[in-house]
């Protein structure tokens, strides 16, 4: 690396510091997505609100706004991709669900586009926080006494006061969740200033954690800035720590049914590795009680999943199947229309996306509440000496039970709650 830019600078607890503070802090315009778990996507959960952090020498403004406000500012149309449009039947594609791609760069740039689009100033970075970390500090900095509200925020109570807010009296245009997350954020900045060394040690040891569990993702628009974050393994690119020649795998849940039904889902990750054919079968529960939300009571639902597995693509896909159903392989007349055309759910066909090295194969799953659904995908695989596998965990959940059979014998048997290399 030539000139200005420094590649690293390191805190007490080992936490890089990317380039050129200065750079990094003068005349910029950063975004951080606040997801929403609870509503799984892609990249974490559904982006309610964003961060819009301004910096001049340091920060010089953070505001809280609510993400359907640049929605109303957007113009012209955009065509959806295929399952948003089955599930919403909306016709366009709007910021609320730009986090569509599994690999974070492309979706933070989408997400960036749609911000521009919107009105707001060009992107010089987005960083994507789930409520998992939001709820991590909350135990690191303690109580939060929001006085605006008369309110004390805790670990416990911050989703239940942070919803109701968002839901109760909501109408187009209300700004009841954004001025009270505005709330709590200012209460919090204000806590962290007043913070010991010891309480900063844990902060920073918190957000490394975070970051190598990918709960927390970083997309820079320097060239040289996303260089260094994906070599940190900050970056949630689908190829990012996999050697290209051991197998691999990433299982990437999109919650489309407009609830917060992940509060309640776990899943069950279950590989059959034998000589050259694989088979990975998928289970879902809903332990929801409610098959419609009753805010503020319960947030849950029926889980409408659009699923993606992605694998290398040197793997023959054989067969997908729904339970007892076997889906068909899309073809092009299932797309000889606009997407923003579709009307009904296509739950009978899976797709198959080339993307690189590797291949996305997405399909619906719908697991009512209180009831299993499993998948299944078989595939021939190109298998030579010792078996090795990269194993990833989306961002937005807590992790699953993982089985891994080699040649009949049980080589993993856990749960995985970060990405794993296996042999």
Known sequence: MNGDFKLFKWC????????????????KTYYVLLQNNYELRATGGFMGSYAKISTERGIKEIKIQDIYVPD????????????IQEAFRIGNWWLRDSNWDPDFASAAATVAWFLDQGGEPSADGVVAVNQLVVLQLLKVLGPIEV???????????????AQTNAEWGWFPGSSGKRDFLGAVSKEMIEKVKKINLIGLINLIDLMNEQLRRKQVLVWMRDGQLETAIGRLG????????????????????????????????????DQEVSGGDEKVTVTWKNGGDYRHPLPPVFWGGDYRNYVRVVIPSSHNVKAVKMGDRVLRKAGPEDFATANSLRQSMTDDMYVVEPRGELQIIGFWVI???????????????????????????????????????????????????QDIWIK
């Open 12 to 27: 007490i607890s080992g936490v890089p510091v990317i380039g050129d503070i200065e750079n990094l802090i003068n005349g």
């Open 72 to 83: 109303g500012q957007i113009a012209g149309h955009v065509e959806p991709p295929y399952p």
């Open 147 to 161: 006085k605006d509200y008369g309110k004390t925020v805790t670990e416990q109570n911050f989703y239940s006061l």
């Open 234 to 269: 900050w970056g949630g690119r689908l190829e990012d720590e996999w050697d290209k020649n051991s197998d691999y795998m990433y299982i990437v849940e999109s919650n489309l049914g407009a609830n917060k039904a992940n509060c309640c889902v776990t899943r069950l990750i």
């Open 367 to 417: 697991v009512s509440v209180g009831e299993k659904v499993r998948a299944e995908i078989e595939y021939k695989s190109v298998r030579a000496g010792e078996y090795k596998i990269l194993v990833k965990r989306q961002p937005g959940i807590e992790g699953f039970d993982y089985k891994l059979t080699v040649d009949d014998k049980v080589k993993v048997d856990e749960f995985v709650d």
